[in-house]
């Protein structure tokens, strides 16, 4: 059976069994915790309150966490059971599916690929490499780096989930040009073709690709089990998704049915905890191995979010940037992005100028209310309403 990657809105849904004391991070006491987007302060214990509150009332089988400020995780959590079946519990090395939260970390290995001159941001693709299958179709020319990192392509989501176009003679599973190159599409499809682009340049293909994340990001930064492929490590330590509270095995997330665990899946296929992604992210936020333009030109709106749009109304995104989704907020600009492989869910966010954000990831389909809530926490603190 397929499975496929897409955004889920910035709320997901969550659920809890055995949740397991969490692990702050080394440094903070007991005592100390963060300061929310709002400005009240919060401490780790209210923090621990808060997720337990969560789990429980959601029913959240199992959640790997981290919330970070000004560049230092102030806390980090491996909560609930990794298989409701068996009883085995989530721990500090499970490791989840992050679901399209893998855009972003394929987004920042491909910026600094611009940087050093490997890739034009603004060069249409198909001159570094063809898109064979929407040859007949010459509007894919104009599509760049830019563009897809932004979903400007105008193709789908996903040729083998997205409904058929009525009245165009498509096919199932036949890639088709969606809307004018220059319309906002969210589109895993662009990101599957701009990492064969990648692959091509670097000397690889999809199945070798890993390689790339591991020698720039992972191995630098101290990921010992974070992969966009099935590692040996990921085999024993990934825990179990669930669905309606139960357990729920879709096998490998796939986008195309020629995919194999060994498939570098750039949209939807990192596998992680929250704690490592979470380190990745700030070493974004702090530039490292990014030009300042380049990171300026990540964060900065690159394509507009239709207001009438089912991802506005979702999620409260005005704005897209390189490999990330945009929000004003009256606590400055919030960055955000979510993930839904159907069994996992996931979701992050981060404020502007060194403010408070999270990772989380949960073995479930219910989190479209854990989301929101989290990030009215961090927001308010524990002040603030559900609704």
């Given amino acids: 059976m397929l499975t496929h990657s897409i955004f889920a809105a910035v709320s997901f849904a969550a659920g809890c069994v055995g949740a397991q004391a969490a692990q702050p991070?080394?440094?903070p006491s007991r005592g100390e915790g963060l300061v929310t987007a709002s400005?009240?302060?919060v401490t780790l214990d209210q923090i621990d309150a808060f997720v337990d509150a969560q789990m429980a009332e959601l029913d959240m089988p199992g959640?790997?966490?981290a919330i970070f400020e000004d560049g230092e995780i102030v806390y980090s959590a491996a909560k609930g059971a990794a298989n409701r079946e068996t009883g085995e519990a989530v721990t500090e090395a499970s490791v989840f599916?992050?679901?399209s939260l893998s855009k972003p970390i394929f987004a920042y290995l491909v910026l600094q690929l611009v940087d050093e001159g490997v890739l034009d941001l603004d060069r249409p693709l198909h001159e570094y490499l063809p898109f064979e299958e929407l040859e007949g179709d010459g509007r894919y020319k104009s599509v760049t780096a830019r563009m897809v990192l932004s979903h400007r392509t105008g193709f789908p989501n996903w040729r083998w989930f997205d409904p058929i176009p009525e009245g165009r003679g498509i096919e199932h599973g036949e890639m088709y040009q969606k809307a004018e190159p220059g319309t906002f599409t969210y589109s895993g499809e662009g990101?599957?073709?701009l990492a064969k682009v990648v692959a091509h340049l670097t000397g690889h293909d999809l199945?070798?690709?890993d390689a790339l994340f591991q020698e720039r990001i992972a191995d630098p930064l101290g990921l010992d089990c974070s992969s966009f492929v099935r590692s040996a490590c990921v085999a024993e330590r990934k825990v179990m998704g669930h669905q309606k509270g139960a357990v729920k095995d879709f096998g490998w997330p796939r986008s195309f049915p020629d995919d194999t665990p060994q498939t570098f899946g750039a949209a939807g296929r990192l596998h992680t905890n929250a704690e490592d992604y979470a380190r990745v992210l700030m070493a974004l936020i702090d530039g490292w191995k990014l030009n300042a333009g380049t990171r300026a030109e990540m964060l900065r709106p690159q394509?507009?979010?239709?207001?009438?749009?089912?991802m506005h109304q979702a999620t409260g995104d005005t704005a897209w940037g390189l490999g990330i989704a945009i929000e004003p907020t009256p606590f400055g600009t919030r960055y955000e992005h979510g993930g839904n492989n159907n069994n996992f869910q996931s979701g992050m966010v981060f404020f502007e100028e060194g403010g408070p954000g999270y990772v989380f990831m949960t073995n479930s389909d219910t989190g479209s209310d854990f989301d929101p809530r989290l990030q009215r926490f961090i927001t308010h603190g524990p002040k603030a309403k559900d609704g």
């Fill in 25 to 27: 991070a080394e440094g």
């Fill in 39 to 41: 400005g009240a302060r």
């Fill in 63 to 65: 959640l790997s966490l």
């Fill in 97 to 99: 599916e992050a679901a």
């Fill in 191 to 193: 990101y599957n073709y």
């Fill in 207 to 209: 199945t070798t690709l």
């Fill in 303 to 310: 394509s507009e979010v239709p207001l009438d749009s089912e």
